[in-house]
């Protein structure tokens, strides 16, 4: 069902920036109006300071004055699918605590997960 959104994610990967750790990461997020944001990860040689693939997808599609999604697809060379880190799953649960994730690798083998599962109980702001 989302195999676009995957072949987007794979699409993004091409374009990270991983000199440090070598870890090329793409994700492609796909709005509730339909539109896919897609992104790389971005190392800096402070750590700290590194910016996660689906954070990326996240500014560009707020950028874009995009603030609902559907289902976000990861893609990474690794043995097994992987899973957002706690930062980008606090910064997906914003705008859409229930988004879908389908995580790929690079031989193909995938996962998918629901955000509320992997952040149960995610923080809310005062507006909420």
């Keep these: 069902m989302y195999k676009h959104l995957i072949d987007a994610a794979h699409a993004a990967r091409a374009n990270a920036y991983a000199p440090y750790s070598k870890f090329s990461v793409g994700a492609a997020l ?36 995009q603030r609902e999604f559907e289902a976000i697809a990861i893609v990474s060379d690794s043995a097994i699918p992987v899973v957002p880190c706690g930062a980008c ?12 994730l389908i995580s790929a690798t690079l031989n193909g083998m995938t996962e998918e997960f629901e955000l509320g599962i992997l952040l149960p109980k995610p923080k809310q702001g005062i507006l909420a």
């Design 30 to 65: 796909l709005s509730k109006s339909g539109q896919i944001f897609c992104g790389g990860n971005v190392e800096n040689i402070s750590l700290g300071l590194t910016i996660c693939a689906e954070r990326t997808c996240v500014v560009i599609a707020l950028a874009k004055g």
């Design 89 to 100: 799953r606090q910064v997906l649960a914003e705008f859409s605590p229930n988004l879908h």
